[in-house]
């Protein structure tokens, strides 16, 4: 709910970036879509709300690079079933 809460305030106006897309991109024709979005991510509120959608998960990200590690350096045992349970 928070990270909802913070990505909905943390929008911008929509024909402000409707206006930075027409720079950006002069090409597109965005007449007849609706557009949402940031004209920049270098403020606090939109930055408060990167880290509440990304903060959540670090601990997994962590755990994941540690088991990776573990299994390319070759600590955790692996068991060859193909040799132990060989028929002859």
Do not use: C, K, W
Not at 10 to 38: F, I, K, N
Not at 69 to 88: D, Q
């Amino acid at each position: 709910m928070i990270m909802l809460t913070t990505f909905t305030f943390t929008l911008d106006d929509s024909e402000a970036v409707r206006a930075g897309l027409r720079l950006l991109r002069p090409e597109y024709a965005l007449d007849d879509y609706m557009v949402q979005g940031h004209l920049t991510i270098f403020t606090v509120r939109i930055i408060f709300a990167i880290l509440a959608m990304t903060l959540p998960i670090g601990p997994t990200m962590v755990a994941i690079f540690v088991i990776r590690r573990a299994f390319s350096s070759g600590v955790l045992i692996v068991v060859n079933f193909a040799s132990v349970y060989s028929v002859g």
